[in-house]
Every structure is written in structure tokens, then in C-alpha cells.
């Protein structure tokens, strides 16, 4: 068995010498490894292996019914390379449902117009929007506790609808969007999986998807709140799914340091990867999502019953979640299985939970690392919106010993209605690492640019 395998839970002094040893042959294990793509191949060419990979069998739920096959098997007429915003929107406008490949290489810019000048807010600003005029018509001073109305929010939705046409870029059936070699970027987008079958995403870093337009909600909580629309990959009503090795970042444009109007934050950014509306059979593997606050929503509402339930089965295993605030994943509907992931937070960031268990939430959690610095309890790992949901929590780990997640939610929480049994196993799990290995492995094999 491989050094990396599942090694059984133990305790006291014999998890102790057992940790030990596992952490002591990890460097040799790690030689011994089979050669990644990037070894094997030269980093500035995919090989044709790559690009016409298929997602393994028994990878997580999008294995399930069929599997993922993406654009494997293309013609060479429908592989492509691109290296602009304009190549990339045209490869993917080809007509027909046959599997294509798209190559991305380099760093792709959506906002940027088919001669590759940059485009800034001020260029989709239209009908006299700008944020000063918002900012001093919407003061709830002034405006009080309503939605905002009239020409200057009609002028906020027009500018934003003329972003959305230049930086959502629809992906069709049996397409794999694959970067090539290690800094493969694709800046300010989003790639919209929407109502199709067999898409495969890798090898990318999707960075800063941001939104120039943000509105502003006085309802929407106590003091209200500024909301962003924008995921950089969102899957909708998509079935038969695979995001593997890639990078989600806000880059330079960390929430941490936008503006606060009206007391809240001026929030440009939404999720990193949502998944929604009926979406299912996904696995979600060797990502890294960094430095974000509404990571990954699995369902995004409490009434989307006809669409969701019995679907949003996702597998979510080795990706890195480091220093994101919030919903890695949120989970209403799904069966969920998340496990041999690291969660890695460090001191002073903004954090609130990682597990969010929803209305119908059927979330499995197991064998996961977790990080935290001395401000941030065990207990905060879970939350739970919706009362009479359960979760299942076996084998995680926080800095680096076993502890019940979900014992240190309930003593924290003592009036929670939070169940132990999600009500499925997983059975769709090709290899489990131990915890105490992951975050060593994913440090060095998770992400863009490790294929």
C-alpha cells in the first residue's frame, strides 16, 4: 500500500508514533510517484495525452452515469490554441457539439476589446452612471431602507449588462478548456457551463472575475450589503463536469482592500466556482482557491426545489482552501462528499466557516486537513443555516491531530438541531490520503501548472 493511502485512525501514544512514521516516509513516498504531465512533457506544450485526458473512473460523482470525456477524441480540426479574449470566445462560438479542445496559453484578458486594448469600468458606463452619482443618491441617509430605483439603478444595470456581454463566455457540450504549461491565466471572466453535458476545466488560474456595477441592498441583512453578480466558473444545470488542477484568485484585488460605502464593503467579487440550478455529477479535484470570501455555493436557493433536489452530487477532494472566508463548500440539496482536502487559514484573515450545511443538505466530510491559527476554535469549521440538517464528519484533522468537528459544533452550539448522518455513503472515491499528509502533497500538487 502506498505511503499515502488511508492509514487507520489510532490514538494516544500509538497515533503519535503512527503519525510519525507516515510524516517520516512522506519524502520518500513522494519520489516514488509516477511522473505528473509537467515532468513527462515540456511545460510550454500539452501533450495530446493531456488534452484528450478523461476524467478516471470512480473519481468523485462526475465518474457516475457515463463519466467525463470532454473534448477527448476531438478532430484536429476542433483543437485549438488561443491566447486572447477574442481567439478564446470565437473557439468556443464554433458551431456544433462535437468534442473540442481549446488550449489557453498565456494570460487572457476579458476585459479586453478584439484588438486587445485594455477596458476599464468607464468604458461600460452608460446613461450617466457613475459610482459618485450612486453613492450619492442611494445614501441610506437619504434614500432610506428601499430598493434602489429610477433612472441612476436602471443606468447601473444597463453599464453592468454591457460587462456581462464582454466577459461571460458560454461553454458548450464536449468541450475541455485545458491551460498550457504553468502560467496558462485567464483574467476577469467567467466561464458559463450552462445547460450542457461533458465539459472538462484544468490546468487554469482564474484570476480577479470581478464586478464594476455592484449593487447596493439595504435589505439584505441588518445594515445592508453591496452584492457582485460574476463566478469565475459557474455550472448551471450542467451535468457530467470536471475542474481539476486549477487556480481560483482575487489577485490584486483582494476584498480586504476595497472600499467600505455606506459602512459595508464595496464587495466586487461573488464565487469562485458555483454550482446550481439543477447542476450534477461534478468532481471537483487538486484545485487551489485562495485569498476569496464566497468561495463555493452548491445551490443558491431555499426555494429551487423542482431544480435541485436529487441533483448537485459533487465530489470535492485534495484541493487547497487557503484563507477563504466562507462556503468551501455552502451546500443546500446535494450529496456532497468532501474529503482529503487541507482548509488552511492564517492568522488575522477574515474567517467565518467552511461547511455550510443548507436546507436538504446532505453533506459527507470526511479525512480532511484543516490549519487553524490560536483565534479560530475547531467549532467554527461547521455552520449550519437551516435547522434538521444533518452532516457526516469522520477522520478530519486539525492541526495535525483527530478531532470531532462535529462534537465542537454542538458544544459551541448548544441549541443546534445538527444531525450526525447525511444519509449516503460514498462509494465513488478513488484513494485516501491520510490527513496528516495533505497538506505537504497538496502544497506540491495541487493547482495550475502541477499536470
Request: charged share 25%.
Amino acid at each position: 500500500m502506498s505511503a499515502f493511502r488511508l492509514i487507520s485512525r489510532t490514538s494516544g501514544r500509538s497515533g503519535a508514533l503512527a503519525g510519525a512514521a507516515v510524516l517520516g516516509c512522506a519524502a520518500l513516498a513522494l519520489t516514488s510517484l509516477p511522473p505528473t504531465a509537467s515532468a513527462a512533457e515540456p511545460t510550454h506544450r500539452p501533450s495530446d495525452r493531456l488534452a484528450h485526458a478523461v476524467l478516471p473512473a470512480r473519481d468523485g460523482w462526475g465518474a457516475a452515469e457515463g463519466g467525463v470525456t470532454g473534448g477527448s477524441g476531438a478532430s484536429p480540426e476542433r483543437i485549438s490554441t488561443v491566447t486572447d479574449r477574442a481567439e478564446l470566445a470565437a473557439a468556443l462560438a464554433e458551431p456544433g457539439d462535437e468534442p473540442r479542445v481549446i488550449r489557453v496559453r498565456g494570460d487572457i484578458d476579458a476585459n479586453a476589446d478584439d484588438q486587445g486594448r485594455p477596458l476599464d469600468c468607464a468604458d461600460y458606463a452608460t446613461d450617466g452612471y457613475s459610482l459618485e452619482a450612486y453613492l450619492a443618491e442611494y445614501d441610506p441617509e437619504t434614500w432610506g431602507r428601499e430598493d434602489p430605483s429610477g433612472p441612476l439603478e436602471e443606468a447601473r444595470a444597463a453599464s453592468a449588462e454591457r460587462q456581462k456581454e464582454q466577459i461571460v463566455l458560454s461553454v458548450p457540450s464536449n468541450t475541455t478548456i485545458i491551460g498550457v504549461g504553468r502560467d496558462a491565466t485567464v483574467h476577469g471572466a467567467t466561464l458559463d457551463v450552462r445547460g450542457v453535458e461533458n465539459v472538462i476545466i484544468r490546468n487554469l488560474t482564474f484570476e480577479d472575475t470581478f464586478d464594476c456595477f455592484p449593487q447596493w441592498d439595504p435589505t439584505d441583512g441588518e445594515f445592508g450589503e453591496w452584492n457582485s453578480e460574476y463566478d469565475s466558473v459557474v455550472l448551471y444545470g450542467s451535468r457530467h463536469v470536471w475542474v481539476d488542477h486549477n487556480t481560483f484568485t482575487d489577485g490584486d484585488r483582494p476584498d480586504a482592500d476595497q472600499p467600505r460605502y455606506f459602512g459595508r464593503l464595496f464587495q466586487q467579487h461573488d464565487g469562485q466556482l458555483d454550482i446550481v440550478r439543477g447542476a450534477d455529477l461534478v468532481t471537483v479535484s487538486w484545485n487551489v482557491f485562495t485569498d476569496h470570501d464566497k468561495t463555493i455555493l452548491l445551490g443558491n436557493s431555499d426555494s429551487a426545489e423542482a431544480d435541485d433536489r436529487g441533483k448537485l452530487r459533487t465530489t470535492f477532494h485534495h484541493n487547497l482552501f487557503h484563507n477563504v472566508n466562507e462556503r468551501a463548500p455552502r451546500v443546500r440539496f446535494g450529496q456532497v462528499d468532501v474529503y482529503n482536502n487541507h482548509y488552511r487559514q492564517d492568522a488575522g484573515v477574515a474567517y467565518g466557516y467552511s461547511w455550510g450545511i443548507g436546507k436538504e443538505s446532505a453533506l459527507v466530510a470526511e479525512h480532511n486537513a484543516v490549519t487553524l491559527p490560536a483565534e479560530i476554535t475547531p467549532d467554527r469549521v461547521i455552520h449550519q443555516w437551516t435547522a434538521n440538517t444533518a452532516v457526516t464528519e469522520r477522520g478530519n484533522w486539525v492541526n495535525g491531530r483527530p478531532v470531532d468537528l462535529l462534537d465542537a459544533y454542538r458544544a459551541a452550539n448548544p441549541e443546534n438541531t445538527l444531525g450526525d448522518d447525511a444519509g449516503w455513503r460514498p462509494e465513488l472515491r478513488r484513494e485516501i490520503h491520510h490527513p496528516l499528509l495533505l497538506p505537504l502533497l497538496l502544497d506540491l500538487r495541487a493547482g495550475a501548472g502541477r499536470l
